[in-house]
């Protein structure tokens, strides 16, 4: 019998690293109470996400290029995100990285934490040589305003309906992305938007509880898919 394949979402800020690194660079390097209530209006749905980071690119200026790689390199993984990977690459999961934040970080915490090779999908942000941020989209879709990046279509764009597909999230733009999947791994605003929705999901602390789950969902013989996943892929397929 055919192995069961599983397919890996994965959230980054917060969820891969302990912090947002995302906020903590516009806390940072921002005015914090401009930064503040632009991230509160976005939490209350007020504006959407790529206004949120247009927003706040406007908000910091200009950065010293230097003092933001450092304060990036400052940040940190969760611990067990590593063996994670291990684990993926052992039982030969594919994993991919959805991000609602930055190119520019991703690649340098990834690269300090010794990570190579893991596909992601974020937004992108420039640093021009006098310090100003830019962002761009390229995986912007007006129909998922909560995400500058839209999840939910690389969901769909790496996964069949053979597949069992398994988001790890822990926030806002994890949202309407989770709902496409079927075992949902949730933290923080993710978990409370779950049980508010009653969407069934896991909540975990760290990596080596969803290694762990996932080790007792590989060893299950009559695994089933969450239906209104399977139905919100449905559609989405259609619409494709
Ligand atoms: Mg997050």
Not at 54 to 60: F, G, R, T
Not at 69 to 89: A, G, Y
Request: with cysteine; net charge negative.
């Amino acid at each position: 019998m055919k192995k069961q394949e599983f397919k890996v979402f994965v959230d980054f800020d917060g969820t891969i690293t302990i912090e947002d690194v995302g906020d903590a660079i516009f806390s940072k390097f921002g005015e914090t109470e401009k930064v503040n209530n632009i991230i509160s209006d976005l939490l209350c749905d007020k504006i959407s996400s790529r206004q949120c980071w247009d927003d706040l690119c406007e908000c910091v200026g200009s950065v010293n290029k230097k003092e933001l790689e450092d304060f990036i390199c400052s940040l940190d993984i969760e611990p067990t995100f590593k063996s994670f990977i291990e684990f993926c690459r052992d039982q030969e999961i594919e994993l991919y990285v959805l991000s609602d934040g930055f190119d520019f970080y991703i690649d340098k915490v990834f690269s300090k934490a010794g990570l190579i090779g893991i596909k992601y999908y974020s937004n992108k942000l420039l640093v021009d040589d006098y310090g100003k941020l830019s962002a761009s989209y390229p995986y912007f879709d007006e129909g998922s305003p909560t995400s500058a990046n839209c999840k939910k279509n690389h969901i769909i764009n790496h996964s069949s309906d053979d597949d069992f597909t398994i988001y790890i999230g822990d926030g806002n733009s994890d949202k309407d992305a989770a709902q496409y999947c079927d075992f949902i791994f949730a933290k923080k605003d993710l978990a409370r938007f779950c049980s508010m929705e009653r969407i069934s999901f896991y909540p975990f602390n760290n990596f080596d509880d969803v290694k762990n789950k996932i080790n007792e969902l590989l060893s299950k013989k009559n695994l089933r898919k969450r239906h209104q996943a399977q139905l919100k892929r449905k559609s989405a397929y259609l619409a494709e």
